[in-house]
T-cell receptor, first 115, second 114 residues
């Protein structure tokens, strides 16, 4: 069965500092991996996705993530945090069978930006 | 840009009452999902449809929850009777048949059971 583990339910960084949100996955087949962002009382918005192409994936709002098979990790980074980055971030894994996608989400990391 | 529509955005009900949520996926998306997100947790899949057929409802509490997608387009999720523990955000998502694994989410329906 597929699963993801997000290390750190809360992360605080200063504005302008590096953002690093950690995600480790478990999957019996080569996975597809995703990072979603959720603002208060809203749905989930896709930040970026890894689907077996380049291991370094660039997403929206300056975020990127690197797929490391040897470490079973897919950590999310951003070089310089902005106040608008404050939100909940979810890592998700899919053992995709096209037309039958099923995402399994982590428990989320709440990112707080300190002015 | 096409979006997944959900209603209502907010619902407050008393326990033992019935409640229903509606979802209209992005046009042409064959697969529709209902997720439940309890406060402070990640979304958990309740039910997955492909067209009008249920693909996975293994996590749906069938004694009180039901879901349908009669014409393979929009969908309704019903809870009867509602319990205090059902308070959560109910998220609908859709994906195309030959997609890349990405799900497109609606803004969700927040349920509070008193």
């Amino acid at each position: 069965a597929q699963s993801v583990t997000q290390l750190g339910s809360h992360v605080s960084v200063s504005e302008g500092a590096l953002v690093l949100l950690r995600c480790n996955y478990s999957s019996s087949v080569p996975p597809y991996l995703f990072w979603y962002v959720q603002y208060p009382n809203q749905g989930l918005q896709l930040l970026l996705k890894y689907t077996s192409a380049a291991t370094l994936v660039k997403g929206i709002n300056g975020f990127e993530a690197e797929f490391k098979k040897s470490e079973t990790s897919f950590h999310l980074t951003k070089p310089s945090a902005h106040m608008s980055d404050a939100a909940e971030y979810f890592c998700a894994v899919s053992e995709s069978n096209f037309g039958n996608e099923k995402l399994t989400f982590g428990t989320g990391t709440r990112l707080t930006i300190i002015p | 840009e096409a979006e997944v529509a959900q209603s209502p955005r907010y619902k407050i009900t008393e326990k033992s009452q019935a409640v229903a949520f509606w979802c209209d996926p992005i046009s042409g998306h064959a697969t529709l999902y209902w997720y439940r997100q309890i406060l402070g947790q990640g979304p958990e899949l309740l039910v997955q449809f492909q067209d009008e057929s249920v693909v996975d409802d293994s996590q749906l509490p069938k004694d009180r929850f039901s879901a349908e997608r009669l014409k393979g387009v929009d969908s309704t999720l019903k809870i009867q009777p509602a319990e205090l523990g059902d308070s959560a955000m109910y998220l609908c998502a859709s994906s195309p048949l030959a997609g890349t694994g990405e799900l497109f989410f609606g803004e969700g329906s927040r349920l509070t059971v008193l």
